[in-house]
């Protein structure tokens, strides 16, 4: 018996599937191009967001660094008073900026890209980093540097750290520098004085060395280590800090307004002061405290009376800061300097010539051990039994008693001038979160 198949049937059947299974499979395909199309154009409206938000911490870094000429690219504010802008056109989206003060050389930038717009976004990017103080990085490599007029050193005076001068260094009796000496040019180190470490210097005239000697000429002293003559003489050193830096340390200053006449601290109260121009003197009264949140350039004298003290506002941290005299500085008996921590100073600056007691232009009858003396066209002059961390000056006389104790945090110190410097991005901070 003969058994006839449908063939069409199946044919029909089989086509039927396979066409089934093209168009399943274009299907999938077209789903699986649109998903990958709308995730590129995501990442790339990501990739937009970003820079729009990283535009927006650049302009608020603009104007907190600007002057009265950009108020009007800052929405009308500048400087300290700029706290960010809303719905700002950037390429093909908008910016927000939100700033907030951290402390008072602290600073941090919300800032959110969106594309196209806020109120219906496609994307966003919100970029949060913080904005610090600018500092200026002094370095002080020697306990006191000594310009052309010298070191002079009163009975059992002493300098616990290395000295470098430009003019002689005389003892009295009993001096000891606990480190190594130089005495540049043809300038000589004489008179009893005890060197811990080495000792360089044109002429050595009744002196005792620890270390070794480098010299031309000596005579009545004793050298322990190896002597080195002839020797060529040290090089005259110029000092660490340049008239254009305090130039703009006083610019600095003044960007924080004028005071204009004497500024005097009543006996017993506390005040915070700064950044500061004070067109005048600058007396702190028995027992009054100042509190130091910016630099300060004094056109005046400063006097400290009895019991007067000047820190660091706790936010500089291990910054250091600088209060300038074109005057004289007067510190009498318990007057107090201190910085913020253990690591930072105030810089006290006299460009005085002349004109004090002793005819010095900075003198100090107390202890100042957070503070660094700096008086580079005049003389400083310690009274007996004070302690002082760095001294440098034209001229230098250490009464009977007084210890220069120097700190070696000082090597690399940064100095500050609080909310009048320039702000620029704090390094580790920079974090997007979304």
């Known amino acids: 018996m003969l058994v006839y198949k449908n063939t069409k049937g199946q044919a029909l059947i089989l086509t039927t599937i396979f066409m089934l299974l093209i168009l399943a499979s274009s299907s999938a395909l077209v789903s699986w191009s649109t998903q990958n199309s709308n995730i590129s154009h995501y990442l790339d409206r990501k990739i937009i967001t970003k820079e729009i938000a990283k535009a927006g911490i650049e302009k608020a870094l603009f104007c907190l660094n600007g002057d009265a000429t950009v108020a009007d690219d800052c929405g009308g504010l500048y400087g300290q008073d700029y706290t960010g802008e809303t719905n700002v056109n950037f390429g093909n989206g908008v910016f927000l900026t939100t700033i907030t003060n951290i402390d008072l050389k602290t600073k941090q930038i919300e800032s959110t890209g969106y594309y196209p717009d806020v109120s219906n976004p496609k994307a966003q990017t919100t970029i949060h980093t913080q904005l610090e103080i600018n500092s200026d990085e002094v370095h002080f490599n020697f306990g006191a540097q000594v310009g052309d007029g010298g070191l002079t050193m009163g009975n059992n005076a002493g300098v616990m750290g290395n000295v470098y001068s430009n003019g002689d260094i005389v003892g009295s009796g009993g001096n000891n520098i606990s480190y190594d000496v130089w005495s ?17 210097a044109d002429i050595i005239d009744d002196c005792d060395i620890v270390g070794d000697a480098y010299y031309n000429t000596i005579s009545g002293s004793t050298v322990e280590g190896t002597e080195y003559s002839p020797y060529p003489n040290p090089e005259l050193l110029d000092f660490p800090i340049s008239n254009e830096q305090i130039e703009e340390w006083k610019t600095e200053a003044s960007e924080g307004g004028e005071i204009n006449g004497n500024f005097i601290q009543t006996g017993g109260e506390t005040v915070e002061l700064g950044p500061k121009k004070i067109i005048g003197n600058l007396t702190l009264e028995n027992s009054s405290t100042l509190i130091l949140t910016g630099g300060l350039h004094v056109t005046g004298n400063i006097s400290l009376l009895s019991g007067a003290s000047i820190r660091l ?7 250091s800061g600088f209060i300038i005299a074109d005057g004289i500085v007067y510190i009498q008996n318990n007057g107090t300097i201190t910085g913020a921590d253990e690591n930072s100073f105030i810089m006290l600056i006299s460009l005085a010539s002349e004109g004090g007691n002793f005819d010095s232009v900075i003198e100090l009858k107390n202890n100042a051990e957070g503070a660094v003396l700096f008086a580079p066209n005049g003389l400083i002059y310690l009274h007996n039994g004070v302690h002082v961390t760095e001294i440098i000056g034209y001229a230098i006389h250490l009464s009977n008693t007084a210890v220069l104790e120097y700190d070696f945090g000082l090597m690399n110190t940064n100095f500050s001038s609080g909310p009048g410097g320039g702000w620029a991005m704090k390094k580790g901070t920079w974090q997007e979160i979304k």
């Open 184 to 200: 540049a040019g043809t300038s000589s180190l004489i008179s009893n004085v005890e060197v811990g470490g080495d000792a360089h």
């Open 313 to 319: 506002d706790e936010s500089y941290g291990e910054r």
